[in-house]
Nanobody, 117 residues
Framework: QVHLVESGGGLVQPGGSLRLSCVAS????????MGWYRQAPGKQRELVAG???????NYAYSVKGRFTISRDNAKNTVYLQMNSLKPEDTAVYYC???????????WGQGTQVTVSS
């Protein structure tokens, strides 16, 4: 069992930055593919960024060049650095963890990010 806790959300002006963190409890963090998803009101949850066990990353087209996902296996933590934030980035951001075959996964409770002037 893995328990995920996100933090770092908040209110930021357009063009600003935030860094989200997701700490995982339990063992074997290093075997999990980690991802950040987001869900805006009235929209489906979408993948924002993912990082595999080898450090390989992938990003949604809408955030490429602005967001960076990274992981620190020693701290059981995955990060999402978000720069040049736009109002359309406003959403609840969720952390996700699962084995490479994604036969099961875990979700955090989410953290709200609001981009507004």
């Amino acid at each position: 069992q893995v328990h995920l806790v996100e933090s770092g959300g908040g209110l930021v002006q357009p063009g600003g930055s935030l860094r989200l963190s997701c700490v995982a409890s339990g063992s074997f963090f290093y075997i999990y593919t980690m991802g950040w998803y987001r869900q805006a009101p009235g929209k489906q949850r979408e993948l924002v960024a993912g990082i595999n066990t080898s450090g390989g990353t992938n990003y949604a087209y809408s955030v490429k060049g602005r967001f960076t996902i990274s992981r620190d296996n020693a701290k059981n933590t995955v990060y999402l650095q978000m720069n040049s934030l736009k109002p359309e980035d406003t959403a609840v951001y969720y952390c996700n963890a699962g084995p490479p075959d994604m036969s099961y996964d875990y979700w955090g409770q989410g953290t709200q990010v609001t981009v507004s002037s």
